[in-house]
């Protein structure tokens, strides 16, 4: 058998915590469905899309208080103020890392961050159960991740059909071109290529531009993970890429609103 690796460790974790929900799923239908009758999402995919229409590379700005492959990266961030400097520096989105046994992160930091601007928010979190795209509604996130090595392939089109009539935009996330032809056989509009291994965390810089070919064209393509400034944002503009999704070079930096517009501004005009 193959050792455990840290995914399967987090994945096991999650999954054990939905087993032991003492809600039910009506209740947490419930909630999502209010969130829809309160309103409809910010548009996640939409505003990566006219950023980019616009000529920018739309930067999604991730609000991240530790990790598990580095520890505490701004374990005190206060996420209003975090997001108010990333909407300044003409962030597209917001993604809040809302897991708190490896992040540090929780729901209470999504709403107070999403409540501090106007900017689309993604909920970054580890999915493993269709109802954790209802949580995600009901906390008022915008739009939901979903790892390709996470889910099988119906698990993969069922939670996104339903972040779908929930309103929800789903995020895809792949590591590899047979990960990105799963995505695309689930009807993933928005595909993330994550230069991160989540097996051995090591960052693959070149990972996303290698990948990049597979995605078509009328899919938005994010590159997320290790981008560490304007110089590999250029690259992964040049490969055709929407939007980066950065965490660590934006969240240890002192004047995060400059650095979100350095990563914006990468883009080559053609
Ligand atoms: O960040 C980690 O160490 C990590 C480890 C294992 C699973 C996921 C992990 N991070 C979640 C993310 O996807 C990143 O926070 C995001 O892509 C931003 O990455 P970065 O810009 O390198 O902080």
Do not use: W
Request: hydrophobic share 50%; glycine share 8%.
């Amino acid at each position: 058998m193959p050792p455990t690796t840290y995914l399967d460790r987090i994945l096991d974790a999650h999954r054990a915590a939905a087993a032991a929900d003492r809600r039910s799923r009506g209740q947490v239908e419930a909630a999502a469905e209010q969130a829809v009758a309160d309103g409809p999402t910010r548009g996640f995919r939409a505003g990566l899309a006219a950023d980019h229409g616009a000529g920018h590379l739309a930067v999604v700005a991730e609000i991240k208080r530790r990790s598990p492959s580095k520890g505490d990266l701004a374990p005190g961030l206060v996420p209003g103020r975090v997001a108010e400097s990333y909407a300044e520096g003409g962030a597209a989105a917001l993604s809040v890392l809302t897991d708190a046994d490896a992040f540090g992160g929780s729901p209470a930091d999504l709403a107070e961050a999403r409540s501090a601007c106007e900017l689309p928010v993604l909920r970054k979190d580890f999915t493993v159960v269709e109802v954790d795209v209802l949580d995600a509604r009901a906390m008022g996130a915008d739009a939901v991740l979903l790892i390709a090595a996470a889910l099988d392939d119906h698990e993969l089109a069922d939670f996104r059909a339903l972040a779908v009539e929930l309103g929800l935009d789903a995020l895809v996330e792949c590591h590899d071109e047979a990960e990105v032809e799963r995505a695309l056989e689930a009807g993933a509009d928005l595909v993330g290529v994550n230069q991160r291994d989540l097996v051995s965390f090591e960052v693959d810089t070149a990972r996303a531009v290698r990948v990049a070919p597979e995605i078509p064209a009328d899919v938005v393509r994010v590159a997320e993970s290790g981008v560490r400034g304007p110089d590999d944002a250029r690259r992964l503009a040049d490969a055709g890429y929407h939007a980066v999704l950065v965490g660590e070079a934006l969240v240890t930096r002192p004047d995060r609103a400059e650095a979100v517009a350095a990563l914006r501004a990468a883009r080559t005009p053609a």
